[in-house]
Each structure stands twice: as C-alpha cells, then as structure tokens.
T-cell receptor, first 113, second 112 residues
Framework: KQEVTQIPAALSVPEGENLVLNCSFT??????LQWFRQDPGKGLTSLLL?????REQTSGRLNASLDKSSGRSTLYIAASQPGDSATYLC????????????FGGGTRLMVKP | EPEVTQTPSHQVTQMGQEVILRCVPI?????FYWYRQILGQKVEFLVS????????KSEIFDDQFSVERPDGSNFTLKIRSTKLEDSAMYFC??????????FGPGTRLTVT
C-alpha cells in the first residue's frame, strides 16, 4: 500500500527566504504527482502536476522536482511571501490515468513579514 | 476561470439519516472524484467515476456509499445511513484526461 510522507510537518521562515518542502513515497510505480495548497477550512488548490516521465515542473516562483526511482519529490518556493502561508500537500496518482490520489499529511508553512 | 462547486457548504445530520452531497464539476471534464478529510487527518480517496460508471474505489467506499451523475452537470455522493465516523470534509474533484485534478471547496458533514 502506498504511503506518502511529508517533512517537515511545520515550517516557519522569514519573508524573502527560499525554501524546500519534501515529499517521499514508498511505491515508485506512480502515474503522476501533484502538489496542492490548502488554506485553513478551504479546499485544495492545484499548484503543479508532474507526470511520471517528467523530472520537474515550474510555475512562477514554484518549482517541483520528481525522482521516481528514489521515491522523492521536492517543492521549491523562491522568495517566500506572507501570502504563501498555507498547508502544502503532496499527492501521488496511481491506478487508471492516475485517478487515485494518495496524500501526504502536509507541511504547514508560516512566512513571517 | 472555471471551478468545481459543491453544495451545501455545511450539512448537519443525525446518525442513521441519508445525506446527498452535490457537486458541479468543470464542464468539459470527464473524470470525477470524491475524497474526504477527517479533521486533523490526511485527505483520503473514496471513488473515481468515468463514462457513467465507477472506475476505482477505496476500502472506505462500502455499500453505504453511492455516486451518481443524474444529469449532464451534477455529480452526487449519497451516504445511506450516516455514522458518527462519517463526519468529515468531503471534497469533489474533476479533471480532463491526463491533467491535474481540480478540487471544489468541500462540504463539511457533521453527524450528531
């Protein structure tokens, strides 16, 4: 059974810092990997999707990498801002067309002004 | 920008009652999903739906649960006889073929 782990569970950084969030998964036979942002009491906002054949994806200040063989992904956030404060979730897609997402427990990020 | 919508935002029900949670996926999407998140726990996959039938389901999705696409726009999750442990946030999601899943804002279900 797939297990997804995110480290650290919580992170507090000053504004402007670059940071890296980590995600690891136990079964490398994944279809894709998706990073989400979740604000308190709200839904999930998709940030980046990496297909299993890809190594990285970029969107603005965000860069996600995938090393399938070692079961790892990282989300790099450049020049962090207070508005980046949220919980960041990693999810691996398995099954038909990556239908079944297995989520990690998230990293709760606080960016201090 | 198109988005997934869900109603109601909060549903309170008594144990043993039936509830129907409603979702309107993004209009050109073909795959539909339900997930749940019990307070303080991970988001968990329940079921995927494609071409008017269930594609995959988890162990959580037992006979108490059912899904339906009653028309061209709605996608529903029914829980036949709610239990206290069904209290959670339920998220609907949808996607096109190979792209990312887009999630709705969720319905908070409270079973008393």
């Amino acid at each position: 059974k797939q297990e997804v782990t995110q480290i650290p569970a919580a992170l507090s950084v000053p504004e402007g810092e670059n940071l890296v969030l980590n995600c690891s998964f136990t079964d490398s036979a994944i279809y894709n990997l998706q990073w989400f942002r979740q604000d308190p009491g709200k839904g999930l906002t998709s940030l980046l999707l990496i297909q299993s054949s890809q190594r990285e994806q970029t969107s603005g200040r965000l860069n996600a990498s995938l090393d399938k063989s070692s079961g790892r992904s990282t989300l790099y956030i450049a020049a962090s801002q207070p508005g980046d404060s949220a919980t960041y979730l990693c999810a691996v897609g398995e099954g038909n067309a990556g239908n079944m997402l297995t989520f990690g427990g998230g990293t709760r990020l606080m960016v201090k002004p | 920008e198109p988005e997934v919508t869900q109603t109601p935002s909060h549903q309170v029900t008594q144990m043993g009652q039936e509830v129907i949670l409603r979702c309107v996926p993004i209009s050109n999407h073909l795959y539909f999903y339900w997930y749940r998140q019990i307070l303080g726990q991970k988001v968990e996959f329940l079921v995927s739906f494609y071409n008017n039938e269930i594609s995959e389901k988890s162990e959580i999705f037992d006979d108490q649960f059912s899904v339906e696409r009653p028309d061209g726009s709605n996608f529903t999750l029914k829980i036949r006889s709610t239990k206290l442990e069904d209290s959670a946030m339920y998220f609907c999601a949808s996607k096109e073929q190979i792209y990312e899943q887009y999630f709705g804002p969720g319905t908070r279900l409270t079973v008393t």
